[in-house]
DNA sequence: GTCTATAGTCCGATAGAC
DNA sequence: GTCTATCGGACTATAGAC
């Protein structure tokens, strides 16, 4: 292929890079960090170990990229999508965010193994799933949902994402099934009909 | 020692098997099954891996012998409690689960985190827990719960232990806070008020 | 950028002494 | 029931050739 005289886009780089991310992702979903090793997914890759370590630097540098380059961005899409609409509404931002994971099952999957795997003070991304959590929060809150008088949003929204955190695990444990649908049924039962006509 | 004729008490064994079990629970709980050493729960008890095996057999006999023996039969004791009432009330029943989840953290931990691991069909208690959660709804589904007229229990039984679920891990994650507490905000949430006045 | 080779550690499990 | 000794294998990471 020498013959060609393409400029030599570094395609190899970035081809490899994203190929052993995407790897990573099946890998820490399906074993977590302390079940991965770089052997099977330079095996995966079709590379060595020590190709694999020239990309990332060490089994930790992987784990942060992957959840700083691949997972972080489209949360944050989200969040920012809401912050300024008028009367935002919360049934349809949990909603987008379903819709969203329900098209990356790896993805969702590496989070929720990761997260309770995270748990342990000890753990490399410990610090990151903490932080998350409340930086989630917190801005959540600075948003002026519209939602019935009484509703207390704090309460609202931690159970909320407390169920959906449940609730796809469920759906992982049963991929046939619709995310979607599944959350729908939730949405009715977290935010029931009498009291939240016109509110979703 | 052959001279005592005590009947052979045995409770050497039982000590070293109970405090094995304890370890194991934990180890499971912060690292999970493939982060578990067999060698490190042997440090934890005072023994070697080889006299750790002696009693288990493997690390999957470990691990089944932990799901048995430890973590089942705290379950289905809450369940058969319920199965009696007359008019049962499914708040309360979550109520009682969550006051025993309460004080049992480290089986908590262990619970989230094998339950994560085990999405992956491959995982050795992937089969635990998919008809764990199945046997759950199903014998759930037969008590004649006494609800709002409008309630779809099906869909409340399913939202309800997901939100358990999550909310469980963010307690897990800032264990200095009240998982009481916190259910009765997740409870007032998922059975607002007017319309469960009389229900719960 | 990818490889081979290697260092050094840890793993689960077994055999057999006591 | 617990130990020592040991097997065979997997792991992360580094050094250095190409």
Redesign the pocket.
């Known amino acids: 292929m020498l013959h060609l005289n393409r400029p030599k886009k ?1 395609d ?2 970035t081809d ?1 890079r994203t190929a052993i991310l995407n790897a990573a992702v099946v890998s820490f979903g399906e074993r977590g960090y302390y079940g ?5 997914i330079a095996n995966t890759v ?6 694999v ?3 990332v630097g ?3 540098g992987l784990l942060d990229i992957v959840l700083d380059e691949v997972y972080d961005p489209c949360t944050e899409t989200i969040i920012n999508n809401f912050r300024m609409t008028d009367r935002p509404n919360v049934a349809r931002m949990w909603r987008e965010v379903v819709a969203i994971n329900a098209k990356r099952p790896e993805q969702v999957h590496m989070f929720s193994t990761l997260d309770a795997e995270a748990i342990d003070p000890k753990h490399p991304a410990h610090e990151y799933f903490r932080k998350r959590d409340q930086n989630l929060l917190e801005e959540m809150l600075q948003i002026p949902w519209y939602v019935p008088g009484s509703t207390n949003i704090g309460a609202l929204l931690q159970a909320g994402f407390s169920m959906m955190d449940g609730i796809q695990l469920r759906w992982l444990r049963a991929p046939e099934r619709d995310l979607n649908q599944m959350w729908a049924e939730c949405e009715a039962e977290l935010m029931p009909m009498p009291m939240w006509e016109g509110y979703r």
């Not at 991965?36 to 099977?40: E, G, I, N, V």
């Open positions: 570094r190899n780089s490899s991965t090793s770089l052997q099977k079709g590379m060595t170990k020590a190709g370590l020239h990309h060490s089994k930790e």
